[in-house]
């Protein structure tokens, strides 16, 4: 997936997009995707940081006051990592790799340990307050597996969110990641995101 | 006045019931708690709601406590490598050993959220990649390894016991000793040595366990090696506290053996202090990295400073290294007994200072955790296993062979 983060505009479509195809409870802060808003004033040595998280279906970027003049939004997700902390970790294998490189939970396999929820660099893995096992996004599976795309490029009005198969030089995707100036985050964890910003400014981004 | 019972041949005083009954009613309250949180029927606080906080949390850290200590270390010296001096108190330990993983175990097993899928985890379902899968197999094969030594080690005196007045001792004593088997005490000493091995391993692999994360607090190849230099702390410190309480009840003493230990418990922690204080040294160096120094500055000025200079460095090193060192002191077993509570009291906030405050910078979600805070339901359950753990123990100890021959009127 690739994420522009200038053309994202802070709605929060794709996280109530997300919830609702996900059946991820609607008013809890626990999201498989959410939007992060940042507010910044760059000062010597440290910036200044203002950061206001979007995860249930309030929408709070439409009533905070940034106090910095540079504002914008990243919307974060599972990175699907080529080499996953959360495979690695999970004692029971849990956790796994599709042939096309996505990572899976087998919900019916998860004991619960919330190792993998520690390991993440991302903080992308929550434990399912209903369901009792942990949760994370999946790009959708359901979805493209039928040709569909994942709920929240479906649901973005700025076209922010593009999905696609990387070694499928058709895809945009493959076009973006070759004309383009990508990066991904925490490249020093050495997990190999598959997740792919342009336009980030990764310095504030925890 | 203290009135004395019949009990199975054994005297009871009420002291002892006294005993009983309050531990177990503290056991039913762990309980209450532990089946509060796997139901949560009642009111899902919201702190407690997992994610939204600490995925490891006060019961992670109670694991900790009680899997991560030194007994087979400990054991060995005093059978292995013939220190003398240690053997009246072989017994306590291994059964130390045998109860704190027991409980831990169980703590653990009851704290992840499919219990029940753990079983299908034991019997093949698992990652041969994930430290945690070994630790859990390290500790389950150290666990059988201590009751078949134990046993061993218990062999010849279970023998005796089948004589006994009361009829549960004789019970347990005859029921153990359906299998017949010659020189137990030398088989007892190699699965010992295997006992050890697998212990160290088991610890060290729990270290590995949190060093192999991406939180700036625990990652580290020197976590390991912490941990076995803590869990012979705490495992030191127990088995004094275990060692004197049996004693006083007893009327023993076994004085030359509590000093060994006070002389393990000093030298170890004065080797902690070095060590902890070279780790936050350099964890908060300058050059180290800004997130390194901030997860430092957590415990040094933030939200666990107090737990930190009071509970770790106050209670859990200065003060009993002062107490064990100082000769005057030392040679007192209450001094000793004093400095090993204080250190035990330090070790468990030492855990949970590193289980939940190593994740406070932690993003869940994207939301930074400040602090940590307890639920009622947690703390519930952790008094109900330290009830467990000691109500155990006591009745353990009821039962099995027990009994050293250590003149009464041993002193100093």
Known sequence: ?206 | MTRKTKLGGEDLRWSEIVFVITSLVLVLVGALGIFQIHTKPIMPIQPFEVALGMPWRLLVALYVFFVVNGFCVIVSLGEIFGVSRLEPIIKDLLLMAIITILIGLTTIGLEIEQTQRAVYALIGHVNPHSVMFWMIMFYVLELIFLVVETWLYLYDDLIEQRESDSVAKRLVAIILTIPKIENSKEFAKAIGFIAVVTSIIAISNLGALFSVNYLPFWHGPFLPIYFVLSAMISGTALAIIGVVVADYARGNKRYEAVQTLRVVLGASLSVALIFTAWNYIIKAYPTSTLLSREATEVFVFGSYAFNFWFFEATIGLIIPITLLAVPRFGRDIRCVFVASILTVVGVFFFRFDLVTGGQVLKTISGLRVPAFEAHPFEIMATIGFLSLAVFLYYICYKLLPMEVEVSREESS
Not at chain 1, 14 to 43: F, H
């Open chain 1, 1 to 206: 997936m690739v994420i522009d983060v200038n053309k994202c505009i802070g709605c929060g479509n794709c996280v109530i997009a997300c919830k609702i195809e996900n059946d991820i409870p609607l008013e809890i802060p626990l999201s498989r995707t959410w939007v992060e808003g940042y507010s910044v004033e760059e000062t010597v040595p440290k910036a200044k940081v203002q950061k206001v998280v979007m995860n249930t279906d309030k929408n709070p970027f439409l009533d905070v006051e940034w106090k910095y003049s540079k504002v914008f939004f990243v919307p974060r997700l599972c990175n699907h990592c080529a080499n996953a902390p959360c495979v690695n970790v999970c004692p029971v294998y849990a956790r796994f790799y599709t042939k096309e490189g996505i990572v899976l939970v087998d919900k019916n396999t998860c004991i619960g340990c919330k190792y993998c929820i520690v390991a993440c660099p991302y903080g992308a893995t929550f434990l399912h307050p209903e369901q009792g096992v942990t949760d994370k996004c999946t790009f959708c599976y359901h979805r493209i597996k039928n040709g569909l795309e994942p709920a929240c490029v479906l649901a973005c009005p700025t076209h922010a969110r593009i999905f696609g198969d990387v070694n499928d030089e058709n895809s945009e995707v493959y076009k973006i990641l070759k004309e383009k100036k990508v990066t991904v985050l925490k490249p020093e964890e050495g997990t190999f995101p598959r997740v792919f910003y342009i336009g980030l400014d990764s310095r504030f981004v925890e």
